[in-house]
């Protein structure tokens, strides 16, 4: 399994911006994508934002036009910069990367937007 490692939630208000970084490590089969997903309390983890390692993106409609995912290859490492964030984006963000054989979930990183 590749290992995940997020960092930067936290407690921010409402129309504020965060940045969310997951690290990949311990690599043996190439990434074919790497993403981001969420889960409020009471609600199933939904996703957030993919990127594949051709650079193609996908966005849930929820956050289009306010969240960016980007990647680093170089440092095997991808991002989400939330902007205009609303308190129903508060939910612990996991980050996800899958490989040919392999589907490897973070531990999650807190993210509450307060009103």
């Known amino acids: 399994q590749v290992q995940l490692v997020e960092s930067g939630g936290g407690l921010v208000q409402a129309g504020g911006s965060l940045r969310l970084s997951c690290a990949a490590s311990?690599?043996?089969?190439?990434?074919?994508?790497m993403g981001w997903y969420r889960q409020a309390p009471g609600k199933q983890r939904e996703l957030v934002a993919i990127?594949?390692?051709?650079?193609?993106?996908n966005y849930a409609d929820s956050v289009k036009g306010r969240f960016t995912i980007s990647g680093d290859t170089a440092k095997n490492t991808v991002y989400l910069q939330m902007n205009s964030l609303k308190p129903e984006d508060t939910a612990v963000y996991y980050c996800?990367?899958?490989?040919?054989?392999?589907?490897?979930w973070g531990q999650g990183t807190q993210v509450t937007v307060s009103s």
């Open positions: 990127i594949t390692s051709g650079g193609s993106t």
């Open positions: 996800n990367a899958r490989t040919i054989v392999t589907n490897s």
């Open positions: 311990k690599i043996i089969f190439v990434i074919n994508a």
